[in-house]
């Protein structure tokens, strides 16, 4: 049986050292003979948190956690300059060079994943093995799926999407050019329109997690700091297409396509559909591939513990 605790502390923390004004804040959890797990955060913009380390087996794993430029505990919080999908795969490799691990498994949920295959493809040499679940693979349909088309999720929350477009038109803005107009009010904004803007991007992508709980809605006045740092940079990613060319990862596959990897996905994942981690899956060789049949973007408690035990199998099967 594997053993695990949803909410480990770490043995050590501590801070890269500063390159282009960040400070990279990452945590170690487990067993530091172990094997190695890197685990990326999703967002753009979010955090790690210590549940994330809570998957795997930390008696056998040497877990690494961090946040992102601008997340969480780096510093400073918010900034986006120098802020990009690249800068972010050198902050994972300064991050392996200062632990003085050789390789390691990468893994990683949504934005995530995208960061862990782009940085399998900039270092194949380093990644023993992918653990990826609610795949993203930022091409333009996958954003515009989420964000932008008329027939895209919006005809699966059809309310939601009206109040979005009602609330787009009052600030001149179209499901085109929303990213940028919405970032500008953070950016340059007095704070109630912060607040405003801050407010639209997680209600509307909030919603979008799953499909099992009622729609709901944050009140301009309860937003704070990082709920306001956090939609700051998922929105100056998203005006950047993620840093990323157009089908950038699966044109790059031959790098990786030998590389053991799992993929796990909730077959109602609204979000991120499940032609993402199809599309991935077969042009890879070594890649195991579960689609759970409850799950959406956010897995259920079933679909929870049906990836701790996948994941801590496979890796079982490659260390």
Same mark, same amino acid.
């Given at each position: 049986?594997?053993?695990?605790?949803?909410?480990?502390?770490?043995?050590?923390?501590?801070?890269?050292?500063?390159?282009?004004?960040?400070?990279?804040?990452?945590?170690?959890?487990?067993?530091?003979?172990?094997?190695?797990?890197?685990?990326?955060? $999703?967002?753009?913009?979010?955090?790690?948190?210590?549940?994330?380390?809570?998957?795997?087996?930390?008696?056998?794993?040497?877990?690494?956690?961090?946040?992102?430029?601008?997340?969480?505990?780096?510093?400073?919080?918010?900034?986006?300059?120098?802020?990009?999908?690249?800068?972010?795969?050198?902050?994972?490799?300064?991050?392996?060079?200062?632990?003085?691990?050789?390789?390691?498994?990468?893994?990683?949920?949504?934005?995530?994943?995208?960061?862990?295959?782009?940085?399998?493809?900039?270092?194949?040499?380093?990644?023993?093995?992918?653990?990826? $679940?609610?795949?993203?693979?930022?091409?333009?349909?996958?954003?515009?799926?989420?964000?932008?088309?008329?027939?895209?999720?919006?005809?699966?929350?059809?309310?939601?999407?009206?109040?979005?477009?009602?609330?787009?038109?009052?600030?001149?803005?179209?499901?085109?050019?929303?990213?940028?107009?919405?970032?500008?009010?953070?950016?340059?904004?007095?704070?109630?329109?912060?607040?405003?803007?801050?407010?639209?991007?997680?209600?509307?992508?909030?919603?979008?997690?799953?499909?099992?709980?009622?729609?709901?809605?944050?009140?301009?006045?309860?937003?704070?700091?990082?709920?306001?740092?956090?939609?700051?940079?998922?929105?100056?990613?998203?005006?950047?297409?993620?840093?990323?060319?157009?089908?950038?990862?699966?044109?790059?596959?031959?790098?990786?396509?030998?590389?053991?990897?799992?993929?796990?996905?909730?077959?109602?994942?609204?979000?991120?559909?499940?032609?993402?981690?199809?599309?991935?899956?077969?042009?890879?060789?070594?890649?195991?591939?579960?689609?759970?049949?409850?799950?959406?973007?956010?897995?259920?408690?079933?679909?929870?513990?049906?990836?701790?035990?996948?994941?801590?199998?496979?890796?079982?099967?490659?260390?």
């Amino acid at each position: 049986m594997t053993t695990s605790n949803p909410n480990p502390k770490p043995f050590f923390t501590d801070y890269l050292p500063e390159q282009d004004g960040h400070q990279i804040y990452y945590e170690q959890y487990g067993n530091v003979k172990g094997p190695a797990i890197v685990v990326l955060h $999703g967002g753009p913009g979010s955090k790690s948190r210590s549940k994330q380390a809570g998957t795997y087996d930390l008696s056998k794993y040497h877990v690494i956690l961090f946040d992102q430029r601008g997340c969480g505990q780096s510093t400073p919080a918010g900034k986006v300059t120098d802020n990009t999908t690249q800068k972010l795969v050198e902050d994972i490799e300064r991050i392996r060079l200062q632990l003085n691990l050789t390789h390691w498994f990468v893994a990683g949920s949504s934005w995530g994943s995208t960061l862990a295959l782009t940085y399998a493809q900039t270092h194949p040499d380093r990644v023993k093995g992918l653990l990826l $679940g609610s795949v993203f693979l930022g091409r333009a349909r996958d954003e515009e799926w989420a964000f932008s088309r008329e027939d895209g999720i919006s005809r699966l929350f059809p309310d939601l999407w009206e109040e979005r477009q009602e609330f787009l038109k009052k600030h001149h803005a179209t499901t085109s050019n929303a990213a940028q107009v919405l970032l500008k009010m953070i950016e340059t904004g007095s704070e109630k329109e912060v607040k405003v803007a801050t407010a639209a991007v997680r209600n509307w992508e909030g919603n979008l997690m799953t499909a099992q709980e009622n729609l709901s809605f944050m009140d301009p006045e309860d937003i704070e700091e990082e709920h306001i740092n956090e939609a700051k940079i998922f929105l100056h990613y998203e005006t950047h297409d993620f840093f990323l060319t157009e089908n950038q990862l699966l044109k790059n596959i031959d790098t990786i396509k030998s590389i053991p990897t799992i993929l796990i996905h909730g077959r109602y994942d609204l979000l991120c559909p499940a032609e993402q981690i199809w599309a991935l899956a077969k042009k890879l060789q070594h890649a195991e591939t579960i689609i759970l049949p409850t799950s959406n973007h956010r897995l259920t408690a079933d679909g929870e513990i049906a990836r701790k035990l996948a994941y801590n199998f496979f890796l079982s099967k490659h260390t």
